[in-house]
Protein backbone atom coordinates (compact mmCIF):
# COMPACT_ATOMS: atom_id res chain seq x y z
CA UNK A 1 0.00 0.00 0.00
CA UNK A 2 1.04 3.46 -0.65
CA UNK A 3 2.41 5.56 1.63
CA UNK A 4 2.72 9.28 1.57
CA UNK A 5 3.36 12.16 3.68
CA UNK A 6 0.54 15.24 2.86
CA UNK A 7 -1.45 17.34 4.87
CA UNK A 8 -4.78 17.38 5.78
CA UNK A 9 -7.34 19.70 6.02
CA UNK A 10 -10.20 18.29 8.63
CA UNK A 11 -13.87 20.91 8.58
CA UNK A 12 -16.22 20.13 11.15
CA UNK A 13 -19.21 21.74 12.74
CA UNK A 14 -20.14 22.49 16.11
CA UNK A 15 -23.18 23.23 18.27
CA UNK A 16 -24.30 23.82 21.79
CA UNK A 17 -25.71 20.88 22.89
CA UNK A 18 -28.79 20.79 24.87
CA UNK A 19 -28.99 22.21 27.94
CA UNK A 20 -26.21 24.88 27.32
CA UNK A 21 -23.48 22.12 27.43
CA UNK A 22 -20.11 23.23 26.43
CA UNK A 23 -19.14 22.05 22.40
CA UNK A 24 -15.41 20.86 20.88
CA UNK A 25 -14.09 21.53 16.90
CA UNK A 26 -11.02 19.76 16.33
CA UNK A 27 -10.38 21.87 13.41
CA UNK A 28 -7.88 24.82 15.10
CA UNK A 29 -5.75 21.59 15.77
CA UNK A 30 -6.25 19.39 12.46
CA UNK A 31 -5.99 21.62 9.59
CA UNK A 32 -3.63 21.94 7.06
CA UNK A 33 -3.33 23.09 3.51
CA UNK A 34 -3.05 20.08 1.29
CA UNK A 35 -0.49 19.37 -1.47
CA UNK A 36 -1.37 20.84 -4.38
CA UNK A 37 -0.03 17.94 -6.33
CA UNK A 38 -2.96 15.48 -4.98
CA UNK A 39 -5.70 17.89 -5.57
CA UNK A 40 -6.61 16.71 -8.98
CA UNK A 41 -10.11 14.30 -8.95
CA UNK A 42 -9.20 10.52 -9.87
CA UNK A 43 -11.17 9.38 -12.53
CA UNK A 44 -13.17 6.59 -11.82
CA UNK A 45 -15.33 3.98 -13.81
CA UNK A 46 -19.11 4.20 -12.26
CA UNK A 47 -19.33 2.16 -9.33
CA UNK A 48 -22.27 -0.53 -9.06
CA UNK A 49 -25.13 0.37 -7.27
CA UNK A 50 -25.64 -0.61 -3.53
CA UNK A 51 -28.39 -2.56 -2.32
CA UNK A 52 -29.95 -2.00 1.10
CA UNK A 53 -28.39 -3.56 4.18
CA UNK A 54 -24.66 -3.58 2.14
CA UNK A 55 -22.28 -3.43 4.93
CA UNK A 56 -19.07 -1.89 5.20
CA UNK A 57 -16.13 -0.18 7.76
CA UNK A 58 -15.50 3.47 7.57
CA UNK A 59 -12.51 5.26 9.26
CA UNK A 60 -13.77 7.73 11.55
CA UNK A 61 -11.57 10.50 13.65
CA UNK A 62 -11.61 9.87 17.15
CA UNK A 63 -11.19 13.18 18.88
CA UNK A 64 -10.61 12.84 22.18
CA UNK A 65 -7.52 10.41 21.68
CA UNK A 66 -6.71 11.85 18.37
CA UNK A 67 -6.57 9.15 15.83
CA UNK A 68 -8.48 7.13 13.33
CA UNK A 69 -10.81 4.14 14.65
CA UNK A 70 -13.04 2.18 12.35
CA UNK A 71 -16.82 1.55 12.37
CA UNK A 72 -19.35 -0.79 11.06
CA UNK A 73 -21.91 0.31 9.20
CA UNK A 74 -24.83 -0.59 7.31
CA UNK A 75 -26.73 0.91 3.94
CA UNK A 76 -30.12 1.77 5.33
CA UNK A 77 -31.11 4.07 2.41
CA UNK A 78 -30.73 5.03 -0.87
CA UNK A 79 -31.60 8.07 -2.72
CA UNK A 80 -31.12 9.20 -6.66
CA UNK A 81 -28.17 11.83 -4.85
CA UNK A 82 -27.18 9.46 -1.66
CA UNK A 83 -26.50 6.82 -0.02
CA UNK A 84 -27.36 6.77 4.06
CA UNK A 85 -25.14 4.34 6.26
CA UNK A 86 -25.79 3.80 9.88
CA UNK A 87 -23.24 2.52 12.91
CA UNK A 88 -24.51 -0.70 13.60
CA UNK A 89 -24.21 -0.10 17.71
CA UNK A 90 -26.15 3.08 16.68
CA UNK A 91 -29.42 1.58 14.93
CA UNK A 92 -31.90 1.32 16.61
CA UNK A 93 -30.28 2.82 19.85
CA UNK A 94 -30.42 6.51 18.51
CA UNK A 95 -31.25 6.08 14.66
CA UNK A 96 -34.19 4.31 13.56
CA UNK A 97 -36.17 3.73 9.80
CA UNK A 98 -37.76 7.27 10.91
CA UNK A 99 -34.84 9.22 11.57
CA UNK A 100 -33.18 8.02 8.15
CA UNK A 101 -36.17 8.42 5.81
CA UNK A 102 -36.44 12.02 7.40
CA UNK A 103 -32.90 12.51 6.38
CA UNK A 104 -33.55 11.31 2.81
CA UNK A 105 -36.43 13.51 2.39
CA UNK A 106 -34.09 16.44 3.97
CA UNK A 107 -31.88 15.47 1.04
CA UNK A 108 -33.41 14.91 -1.82
CA UNK A 109 -37.13 16.62 -1.36
CA UNK A 110 -37.86 18.94 0.66
CA UNK A 111 -36.52 22.02 2.90
CA UNK A 112 -38.09 24.56 4.93
CA UNK A 113 -36.86 26.82 2.31
CA UNK A 114 -39.15 24.96 -0.50
CA UNK A 115 -40.79 21.48 -0.34
CA UNK A 116 -40.26 21.03 -3.71
CA UNK A 117 -36.61 20.56 -3.15
CA UNK A 118 -33.90 19.13 -1.27
CA UNK A 119 -30.39 19.84 0.38
CA UNK A 120 -28.96 18.53 -2.61
CA UNK A 121 -30.82 20.32 -5.06
CA UNK A 122 -30.38 23.43 -3.81
CA UNK A 123 -26.65 23.32 -2.90
CA UNK A 124 -25.95 21.79 -6.30
CA UNK A 125 -28.21 24.47 -8.39
CA UNK A 126 -25.82 27.33 -6.39
CA UNK A 127 -22.68 26.10 -6.22
CA UNK A 128 -22.08 23.34 -8.63
CA UNK A 129 -22.08 19.68 -7.95
CA UNK A 130 -20.02 17.56 -5.54
CA UNK A 131 -16.56 15.56 -6.38
CA UNK A 132 -17.10 11.93 -6.71
CA UNK A 133 -14.38 9.98 -6.41
CA UNK A 134 -15.70 6.65 -5.90
CA UNK A 135 -17.93 7.19 -9.24
CA UNK A 136 -21.26 6.31 -7.75
CA UNK A 137 -22.37 9.56 -8.30
CA UNK A 138 -23.75 10.02 -4.85
CA UNK A 139 -22.88 11.59 -1.50
CA UNK A 140 -22.62 9.04 1.34
CA UNK A 141 -24.55 10.48 4.72
CA UNK A 142 -22.46 8.44 7.24
CA UNK A 143 -24.64 8.56 10.60
CA UNK A 144 -22.40 7.32 13.70
CA UNK A 145 -20.96 8.04 16.97
CA UNK A 146 -19.03 10.71 16.67
CA UNK A 147 -16.31 9.88 19.59
CA UNK A 148 -15.76 13.34 21.31
CA UNK A 149 -13.75 14.83 24.38
CA UNK A 150 -16.31 14.55 27.02
CA UNK A 151 -20.28 13.59 27.09
CA UNK A 152 -20.74 17.71 27.54
CA UNK A 153 -18.95 18.55 24.19
CA UNK A 154 -20.20 17.58 20.76
CA UNK A 155 -18.55 17.64 17.35
CA UNK A 156 -21.91 17.86 15.02
CA UNK A 157 -20.27 17.02 11.57
CA UNK A 158 -17.37 17.28 9.69
CA UNK A 159 -16.10 16.46 5.85
CA UNK A 160 -12.70 14.99 5.23
CA UNK A 161 -10.75 15.81 2.47
CA UNK A 162 -8.00 12.53 2.40
CA UNK A 163 -11.41 11.11 1.73
CA UNK A 164 -10.71 12.38 -2.16
CA UNK A 165 -7.44 10.72 -1.93
CA UNK A 166 -6.06 7.22 -2.23
CA UNK A 167 -4.23 4.96 0.08
CA UNK A 168 -2.88 5.91 3.43
CA UNK A 169 -1.78 9.17 4.33
CA UNK A 170 0.64 10.64 7.33
CA UNK A 171 -0.79 13.49 9.83
CA UNK A 172 2.23 14.81 12.32
CA UNK A 173 0.08 15.00 14.93
CA UNK A 174 -2.85 12.22 14.45
CA UNK A 175 -0.38 9.95 12.86
CA UNK A 176 -1.55 7.09 9.52
CA UNK A 177 -4.69 7.75 8.23
CA UNK A 178 -6.71 5.74 5.81
CA UNK A 179 -8.57 7.25 2.98
CA UNK A 180 -12.40 6.35 2.53
CA UNK A 181 -12.15 6.77 -0.87
CA UNK A 182 -15.51 8.05 -0.87
CA UNK A 183 -17.22 11.32 -0.68
CA UNK A 184 -18.68 11.23 3.23
CA UNK A 185 -20.51 13.90 4.95
CA UNK A 186 -19.49 12.00 8.64
CA UNK A 187 -23.31 13.35 10.85
CA UNK A 188 -23.27 12.72 14.98
CA UNK A 189 -26.30 10.51 15.74
CA UNK A 190 -25.28 11.38 19.46
CA UNK A 191 -26.45 14.54 21.82
CA UNK A 192 -29.44 15.84 19.42
CA UNK A 193 -32.31 13.80 17.82
CA UNK A 194 -30.97 12.94 14.50
CA UNK A 195 -34.03 13.62 12.45
CA UNK A 196 -33.98 17.24 13.83
CA UNK A 197 -33.53 20.43 11.09
CA UNK A 198 -30.64 21.23 13.95
CA UNK A 199 -29.13 18.35 12.04
CA UNK A 200 -30.12 18.65 8.70
CA UNK A 201 -28.46 22.38 9.03
CA UNK A 202 -25.36 20.36 9.88
CA UNK A 203 -25.96 17.99 6.39
CA UNK A 204 -26.69 21.10 4.55
CA UNK A 205 -23.68 22.74 6.13
CA UNK A 206 -20.80 20.18 5.73
CA UNK A 207 -22.30 19.44 1.86
CA UNK A 208 -21.41 22.89 0.81
CA UNK A 209 -17.65 21.99 2.57
CA UNK A 210 -17.75 19.23 -0.16
CA UNK A 211 -18.60 21.25 -2.90
CA UNK A 212 -16.15 23.97 -1.81
CA UNK A 213 -13.49 21.76 -1.85
CA UNK A 214 -13.91 20.84 -5.09
CA UNK A 215 -13.23 24.52 -6.79
CA UNK A 216 -11.07 25.69 -3.78
CA UNK A 217 -9.22 23.45 -1.28
CA UNK A 218 -6.96 25.78 0.54
CA UNK A 219 -9.90 28.26 1.22
CA UNK A 220 -9.53 30.07 4.30
CA UNK A 221 -11.53 29.02 7.32
CA UNK A 222 -13.17 32.04 7.57
CA UNK A 223 -15.00 31.97 4.14
CA UNK A 224 -15.18 28.08 4.14
CA UNK A 225 -17.23 28.37 7.28
CA UNK A 226 -19.18 31.52 6.43
CA UNK A 227 -20.24 29.79 3.19
CA UNK A 228 -20.97 26.79 4.85
CA UNK A 229 -23.39 28.71 7.09
CA UNK A 230 -24.89 30.53 4.15
CA UNK A 231 -25.62 27.18 2.48
CA UNK A 232 -27.86 26.03 5.19
CA UNK A 233 -29.30 29.46 5.72
CA UNK A 234 -30.39 28.88 1.84
CA UNK A 235 -31.76 25.56 2.52
CA UNK A 236 -34.40 27.41 5.24
CA UNK A 237 -32.26 26.19 8.75
CA UNK A 238 -32.18 27.78 11.78
CA UNK A 239 -28.75 29.43 12.48
CA UNK A 240 -29.31 31.00 15.63
CA UNK A 241 -27.22 29.75 17.80
CA UNK A 242 -24.30 31.12 15.65
CA UNK A 243 -26.21 34.04 15.23
CA UNK A 244 -26.62 34.92 19.20
CA UNK A 245 -23.38 34.04 19.97
CA UNK A 246 -21.60 36.86 17.84
CA UNK A 247 -24.24 38.96 19.07
CA UNK A 248 -22.76 38.33 22.70
CA UNK A 249 -19.43 38.98 21.15
CA UNK A 250 -19.24 40.83 18.65
CA UNK A 251 -15.64 42.45 18.88
CA UNK A 252 -13.99 39.09 18.01
CA UNK A 253 -11.85 38.91 14.46
CA UNK A 254 -13.42 38.16 11.20
CA UNK A 255 -10.68 36.60 9.65
CA UNK A 256 -8.51 35.54 12.44
CA UNK A 257 -9.84 32.37 14.15
CA UNK A 258 -6.54 30.58 15.60
CA UNK A 259 -7.03 32.70 19.01
CA UNK A 260 -10.52 31.05 19.47
CA UNK A 261 -11.76 29.92 22.96
CA UNK A 262 -14.11 27.57 23.78
CA UNK A 263 -16.25 30.85 24.56
CA UNK A 264 -16.05 32.56 20.99
CA UNK A 265 -15.73 29.65 18.67
CA UNK A 266 -19.40 29.97 17.70
CA UNK A 267 -19.21 33.67 17.56
CA UNK A 268 -16.93 32.95 14.77
CA UNK A 269 -19.21 31.20 12.42
CA UNK A 270 -21.93 34.03 13.24
CA UNK A 271 -19.57 36.28 11.95
CA UNK A 272 -18.40 34.67 9.17
CA UNK A 273 -22.53 33.82 8.14
CA UNK A 274 -23.42 37.01 8.93
CA UNK A 275 -20.55 38.59 6.45
CA UNK A 276 -21.48 36.41 3.73
CA UNK A 277 -24.88 37.31 4.13
CA UNK A 278 -24.28 40.97 3.94
CA UNK A 279 -21.86 40.39 0.53
CA UNK A 280 -25.69 38.73 -0.52
CA UNK A 281 -27.81 41.87 0.61
CA UNK A 282 -25.81 44.50 -0.84
CA UNK A 283 -22.99 42.56 -3.51
CA UNK A 284 -25.16 40.68 -5.62
CA UNK A 285 -27.32 37.93 -4.09
CA UNK A 286 -26.74 34.25 -4.24
CA UNK A 287 -24.97 35.07 -7.34
CA UNK A 288 -21.98 36.45 -5.80
CA UNK A 289 -21.81 33.80 -3.02
CA UNK A 290 -21.86 30.95 -5.51
CA UNK A 291 -19.09 32.72 -7.60
CA UNK A 292 -17.13 33.11 -4.17
CA UNK A 293 -17.76 29.38 -3.83
CA UNK A 294 -16.24 28.66 -7.11
CA UNK A 295 -13.15 31.29 -7.22
CA UNK A 296 -10.03 28.94 -6.65
CA UNK A 297 -8.23 32.08 -4.91
CA UNK A 298 -8.52 31.96 -1.15
CA UNK A 299 -9.25 34.53 1.27
CA UNK A 300 -9.28 38.09 1.03
CA UNK A 301 -8.05 38.15 -2.50
CA UNK A 302 -10.70 35.55 -3.57
CA UNK A 303 -13.49 38.06 -2.46
CA UNK A 304 -12.37 41.02 -4.33
CA UNK A 305 -11.25 39.28 -7.45
CA UNK A 306 -14.68 37.45 -7.22
CA UNK A 307 -17.01 41.18 -7.24
CA UNK A 308 -14.21 42.78 -9.49
CA UNK A 309 -15.25 39.85 -12.08
CA UNK A 310 -18.91 40.83 -11.26
CA UNK A 311 -18.55 44.61 -12.15
CA UNK A 312 -18.28 45.52 -8.16
CA UNK A 313 -14.45 46.53 -7.86
CA UNK A 314 -14.30 47.78 -3.92
CA UNK A 315 -11.19 47.06 -1.40
CA UNK A 316 -11.79 44.58 1.00
CA UNK A 317 -11.28 47.32 3.93
CA UNK A 318 -14.28 49.36 2.78
CA UNK A 319 -16.62 46.56 2.78
CA UNK A 320 -15.53 45.35 6.25
CA UNK A 321 -16.08 48.91 7.27
CA UNK A 322 -19.45 49.45 6.09
CA UNK A 323 -20.26 45.68 7.30
CA UNK A 324 -19.00 46.73 10.91
CA UNK A 325 -21.07 49.83 10.88
CA UNK A 326 -24.00 47.63 9.62
CA UNK A 327 -23.88 45.41 12.87
CA UNK A 328 -23.68 47.57 15.44
CA UNK A 329 -26.13 49.89 13.96
CA UNK A 330 -28.89 47.10 14.39
CA UNK A 331 -29.20 48.92 17.92
CA UNK A 332 -30.92 52.54 15.94
CA UNK A 333 -32.56 50.51 13.60
CA UNK A 334 -35.88 51.55 15.62
CA UNK A 335 -34.71 55.17 16.31
CA UNK A 336 -33.57 56.36 13.25
CA UNK A 337 -33.36 56.28 9.61
CA UNK A 338 -30.20 53.93 8.26
CA UNK A 339 -28.71 54.56 4.64
CA UNK A 340 -28.88 51.30 2.43
CA UNK A 341 -25.38 50.35 3.18
CA UNK A 342 -25.68 50.23 6.19
CA UNK A 343 -28.81 47.58 6.81
CA UNK A 344 -29.19 43.89 6.47
CA UNK A 345 -32.11 43.49 3.86
CA UNK A 346 -32.18 39.81 5.09
CA UNK A 347 -32.64 39.70 8.72
CA UNK A 348 -31.77 41.88 11.45
CA UNK A 349 -29.67 40.93 14.27
CA UNK A 350 -29.20 42.97 17.35
CA UNK A 351 -25.61 43.37 17.96
CA UNK A 352 -25.29 45.60 21.32
CA UNK A 353 -21.93 48.04 21.72
CA UNK A 354 -19.11 46.43 23.73
CA UNK A 355 -18.85 49.77 25.76
CA UNK A 356 -22.38 52.16 26.28
CA UNK A 357 -21.53 55.22 28.09
CA UNK A 358 -24.09 58.00 29.99
CA UNK A 359 -22.21 59.88 32.56
CA UNK A 360 -18.80 61.32 31.47
CA UNK A 361 -16.06 61.51 32.32
CA UNK A 362 -15.68 58.28 30.66
CA UNK A 363 -12.69 56.34 29.80
CA UNK A 364 -10.60 52.86 29.08
CA UNK A 365 -7.80 51.84 28.83
CA UNK A 366 -5.36 48.66 27.43
CA UNK A 367 -8.51 47.40 25.24
CA UNK A 368 -7.18 44.32 22.64
CA UNK A 369 -8.30 44.72 19.10
CA UNK A 370 -7.82 42.28 16.53
CA UNK A 371 -7.03 42.25 12.98
CA UNK A 372 -10.61 42.82 11.13
CA UNK A 373 -11.92 42.86 14.53
CA UNK A 374 -14.28 46.14 15.02
CA UNK A 375 -15.19 47.73 18.92
CA UNK A 376 -17.67 50.41 19.42
CA UNK A 377 -18.15 52.98 22.24
CA UNK A 378 -21.62 54.26 22.41
CA UNK A 379 -22.27 57.66 24.07
CA UNK A 380 -25.88 58.41 25.33
CA UNK A 381 -26.99 62.01 26.49
CA UNK A 382 -26.33 62.37 30.21
CA UNK A 383 -28.59 65.44 30.81
CA UNK A 384 -30.84 67.54 29.18
CA UNK A 385 -28.23 70.49 29.89
CA UNK A 386 -25.80 68.81 28.51
CA UNK A 387 -23.77 71.08 25.73
CA UNK A 388 -21.18 69.33 23.93
CA UNK A 389 -18.63 65.82 23.89
CA UNK A 390 -15.02 65.07 23.16
CA UNK A 391 -14.05 62.16 22.52
CA UNK A 392 -10.17 61.39 22.29
CA UNK A 393 -8.92 57.64 20.77
CA UNK A 394 -5.16 56.89 20.98
CA UNK A 395 -3.46 53.72 20.07
CA UNK A 396 -0.07 53.02 18.42
CA UNK A 397 2.13 55.12 15.57
CA UNK A 398 1.24 53.50 11.85
CA UNK A 399 -1.40 51.21 12.98
CA UNK A 400 -3.60 50.42 9.90
CA UNK A 401 -6.92 51.54 11.82
CA UNK A 402 -10.52 52.70 10.79
CA UNK A 403 -12.75 55.05 12.76
CA UNK A 404 -16.25 55.28 12.04
CA UNK A 405 -18.45 57.76 13.37
CA UNK A 406 -22.24 57.47 13.49
CA UNK A 407 -24.61 60.36 15.12
CA UNK A 408 -28.36 59.73 15.92
CA UNK A 409 -29.98 63.12 15.54
CA UNK A 410 -33.00 64.51 17.05
CA UNK A 411 -34.99 64.38 13.62
CA UNK A 412 -34.14 60.57 13.26
CA UNK A 413 -31.31 61.19 10.87
CA UNK A 414 -28.57 58.80 11.29
CA UNK A 415 -25.38 60.19 9.61
CA UNK A 416 -21.57 58.10 9.14
CA UNK A 417 -18.75 59.74 8.58
CA UNK A 418 -14.98 58.78 8.92
CA UNK A 419 -12.74 59.90 11.54
CA UNK A 420 -9.07 61.07 10.49
CA UNK A 421 -6.67 58.90 12.73
CA UNK A 422 -3.29 60.22 12.78
CA UNK A 423 -0.65 57.67 12.00
CA UNK A 424 2.12 59.75 13.10
CA UNK A 425 1.13 59.27 16.63
CA UNK A 426 -1.44 57.21 16.77
CA UNK A 427 -4.32 59.62 18.29
CA UNK A 428 -7.87 60.94 17.16
CA UNK A 429 -10.14 63.12 18.46
CA UNK A 430 -13.41 64.66 18.26
CA UNK A 431 -15.34 67.38 19.02
CA UNK A 432 -19.05 67.23 19.27
CA UNK A 433 -20.52 70.72 20.11
CA UNK A 434 -24.12 69.76 19.25
CA UNK A 435 -23.80 66.61 21.69
CA UNK A 436 -27.02 67.23 23.68
CA UNK A 437 -29.09 69.43 21.50
CA UNK A 438 -28.71 68.27 17.87
CA UNK A 439 -27.06 64.70 18.37
CA UNK A 440 -28.32 62.63 21.21
CA UNK A 441 -26.29 59.38 20.39
CA UNK A 442 -22.70 58.91 19.14
CA UNK A 443 -21.13 55.81 17.89
CA UNK A 444 -17.34 55.29 17.62
CA UNK A 445 -16.47 52.19 15.73
CA UNK A 446 -12.65 51.72 15.36
CA UNK A 447 -10.94 48.60 13.98
CA UNK A 448 -7.50 47.48 12.74
CA UNK A 449 -8.18 45.95 9.18
CA UNK A 450 -4.36 44.99 7.40
CA UNK A 451 -4.86 42.69 4.44
CA UNK A 452 -1.58 41.69 4.06
CA UNK A 453 -1.80 37.77 4.83
CA UNK A 454 0.91 37.47 7.18
CA UNK A 455 0.29 40.29 9.73
CA UNK A 456 -3.18 38.37 9.99
CA UNK A 457 -2.85 37.73 13.41
CA UNK A 458 -1.51 41.12 14.39
CA UNK A 459 -3.31 43.25 17.09
CA UNK A 460 -3.35 46.57 19.03
CA UNK A 461 -4.36 48.05 22.17
CA UNK A 462 -6.31 51.66 22.31
CA UNK A 463 -7.29 53.93 24.60
CA UNK A 464 -10.20 56.09 24.80
CA UNK A 465 -12.15 59.13 26.97
CA UNK A 466 -15.46 61.22 26.31
CA UNK A 467 -16.07 64.29 28.11
CA UNK A 468 -18.96 66.03 28.56
CA UNK A 469 -18.79 69.40 27.24
CA UNK A 470 -17.40 71.09 24.10
CA UNK A 471 -13.82 71.16 23.74
CA UNK A 472 -13.54 74.76 22.83
CA UNK A 473 -10.59 76.85 22.00
CA UNK A 474 -7.61 77.93 24.26
CA UNK A 475 -5.17 80.67 24.28
CA UNK A 476 -1.76 78.95 25.06
CA UNK A 477 0.95 81.35 26.75
CA UNK A 478 4.37 79.45 26.87
CA UNK A 479 6.48 81.48 29.47
CA UNK A 480 9.86 81.51 30.89
CA UNK A 481 10.30 82.79 34.46
CA UNK A 482 11.64 86.30 34.65
CA UNK A 483 13.30 85.72 37.86
CA UNK A 484 13.82 82.35 38.43
CA UNK A 485 16.34 80.82 35.13
CA UNK A 486 15.33 77.72 34.15
CA UNK A 487 11.32 77.85 35.50
CA UNK A 488 8.84 77.96 33.16
CA UNK A 489 4.94 78.12 32.94
CA UNK A 490 2.55 77.06 30.53
CA UNK A 491 -0.77 78.49 30.87
CA UNK A 492 -4.03 77.41 28.77
CA UNK A 493 -6.97 80.59 28.69
CA UNK A 494 -9.96 78.75 27.90
CA UNK A 495 -12.64 80.46 25.34
CA UNK A 496 -15.58 79.80 27.59
CA UNK A 497 -15.26 78.85 31.21
CA UNK A 498 -18.06 76.45 31.84
CA UNK A 499 -17.18 73.35 34.03
CA UNK A 500 -13.89 72.56 34.87
CA UNK A 501 -12.01 69.97 32.48
CA UNK A 502 -9.23 67.82 32.81
CA UNK A 503 -6.16 69.40 30.72
CA UNK A 504 -2.66 67.89 30.94
CA UNK A 505 0.83 68.80 30.26
CA UNK A 506 3.92 66.71 28.61
CA UNK A 507 6.99 67.62 27.99
CA UNK A 508 9.44 65.52 25.27
CA UNK A 509 12.97 66.16 24.49
CA UNK A 510 15.25 64.12 22.66
CA UNK A 511 12.77 61.27 22.31
CA UNK A 512 12.24 61.12 26.32
CA UNK A 513 9.60 62.53 28.51
CA UNK A 514 10.66 65.40 30.98
CA UNK A 515 6.75 65.78 32.26
CA UNK A 516 4.14 62.94 31.02
CA UNK A 517 0.80 64.14 31.59
CA UNK A 518 1.38 66.40 34.27
CA UNK A 519 -2.14 67.73 35.50
CA UNK A 520 -2.36 71.44 34.61
CA UNK A 521 -3.98 73.74 37.68
CA UNK A 522 -7.47 75.05 37.64
CA UNK A 523 -7.52 78.71 38.49
CA UNK A 524 -10.59 80.46 38.18
CA UNK A 525 -11.49 84.42 39.31
CA UNK A 526 -14.81 85.70 38.98
CA UNK A 527 -15.87 85.19 35.28
CA UNK A 528 -12.04 84.37 34.37
CA UNK A 529 -10.33 81.22 34.04
CA UNK A 530 -7.40 79.19 33.19
CA UNK A 531 -5.02 76.40 33.64
CA UNK A 532 -1.40 76.67 34.80
CA UNK A 533 1.60 74.07 34.96
CA UNK A 534 4.75 75.48 36.00
CA UNK A 535 8.00 73.11 35.63
CA UNK A 536 11.26 73.65 35.90
CA UNK A 537 14.35 72.30 33.11
CA UNK A 538 18.33 71.32 33.93
CA UNK A 539 20.54 74.18 32.39
CA UNK A 540 21.95 71.68 30.31
CA UNK A 541 18.40 71.38 28.39
CA UNK A 542 18.18 73.36 24.93
CA UNK A 543 15.02 74.41 25.15
CA UNK A 544 14.74 74.72 21.40
CA UNK A 545 14.14 70.90 21.08
CA UNK A 546 11.90 70.43 24.04
CA UNK A 547 8.17 69.68 22.67
CA UNK A 548 4.99 70.25 24.71
CA UNK A 549 1.72 69.26 23.75
CA UNK A 550 -1.69 69.62 26.44
CA UNK A 551 -4.20 66.90 25.91
CA UNK A 552 -7.90 66.86 27.41
CA UNK A 553 -7.64 63.03 27.46
CA UNK A 554 -5.63 62.15 25.26
CA UNK A 555 -7.24 64.67 22.51
CA UNK A 556 -4.31 67.32 22.18
CA UNK A 557 -5.36 70.53 22.45
CA UNK A 558 -2.49 72.33 21.40
CA UNK A 559 1.40 71.52 20.92
CA UNK A 560 4.45 73.24 19.85
CA UNK A 561 8.30 73.68 21.22
CA UNK A 562 9.29 75.64 24.08
CA UNK A 563 10.26 78.74 22.83
CA UNK A 564 8.56 79.11 19.78
CA UNK A 565 5.95 82.07 19.69
CA UNK A 566 2.11 80.61 20.43
CA UNK A 567 -0.97 81.73 18.31
CA UNK A 568 -4.45 81.16 19.52
CA UNK A 569 -6.11 77.44 18.64
Known sequence: MRYTIITVLLLTLIFFVQYGEAFRCGTPHLKMDMAPELLSEVATAPAPALSIGFQRPFFAIDFARRQQYTINATLRASGPHCYIFVEDSEWQENVTAHTVQTIQTAFEIATPADPQRGIYDILTENFGAPPDIDGNQKVILLIFNIRDINIHQATAGYFLPIDQHRGMLHHPTLGPLHSNEADILYINSKKQPTNSDAI?????????????????????????????????????????????????????????????????????????????????????????????????????????????????????SDIF???????????????????????????????????????????????????????????????????????????????????????????????????????????????????????????????????NQSFSQQTITYNYDAFEGSLGTYTIHVLPNPIHPNYWEVIAVPSEAKGIHSLTLTLTYQNRKLLDAKPMVYVENGDNALYRCVFHLKSDIETAAVNWSIRRGDTIIDEGVLNQPITDN
Request: net charge neutral; proline share 4%; glycine share 6%.
Open 321 to 451: ADWKVTNYLTTWRLLGTLEKPFRYHTLTPVIQPLFTHETYPANEKNKKLANFAAHAIECKVAALDQAGLTVGFSTQRNANVDIKVAYLRNTGEVHIESLPFKIADGTASLDIPTFGNDVQRLMLIPSLQVE
Open 200 to 316: QSVIAHELQHLIHWKHSPKEETWIDEGCADYAAFQCGYNLYQHINAFQKTPNISLTDWTQMSQTNLLAHYGASFLFMLYLHDHYGGVQTVTALVKNPLDGILGITRTLQARGMSRPF
